[in-house]
């Protein structure tokens, strides 16, 4: 099995990359998919927690950077960390377009220590992505509650049925520098 810094990397990594993928905006040009990215690329922050499972009730807070992909097709690159108490894990993710899905990877992917994305579907106010391990299947879902603060489910498939195992709730943060004149 897993240890706990593992799981909590593997799950906060997929949680967090939901958090970058939450609302698209007609303002951008381009695929609303590709414009979707852009609107959420920049900083977020929040706690979570392993809501089932062997470390039900651990807590953890995640710190992470996305940017766009650069090309024609839609993604995101994430950077940053989780902490659970003293432990840091780093994260990264990329999620690229592959036709009308996503391909992508958390960490260094599904023959490495992390997750491999096998599917996903953008829509207006939420993100669909499909994921995997080994034998290991489920799904990360991430619903925009305002402009501000997105929430992410991840579940994995116990026999025929879903079963929500992290919950994570990011802010946007965004700089509160003061603008005036000098006299």
Partial sequence: MFTRPSLIARGTAAATIAALCLSASPAFSGSRDKA??????????????????????????????????????????????????????????????????????????????????????????KVVVGINRKKLNGAMIARLQDQKTMNITISVKVADTMVPVIGVSLNRQLDDIAVGSIK
């Fill in 36 to 125: 979707f990215f852009e609107q959420v690329a920049g900083q977020w922050k929040g706690p979570g927690e392993i809501v089932a499972g062997k470390y039900k009730g651990t807590k953890f807070t995640c710190d992470l950077t996305g940017d766009v992909v650069e090309g024609s097709d839609a993604g995101i690159k994430l950077d940053g960390y989780c902490r659970v108490g003293v432990f840091k894990q780093p994260m990264s993710a990329l999620i690229t377009q592959n036709g009308k899905s996503y391909t992508g990877k958390f960490l260094d992917g599904a023959e490495g220590k992390g997750l491999d994305i096998i599917s996903g579907n953008v829509a207006k106010d």
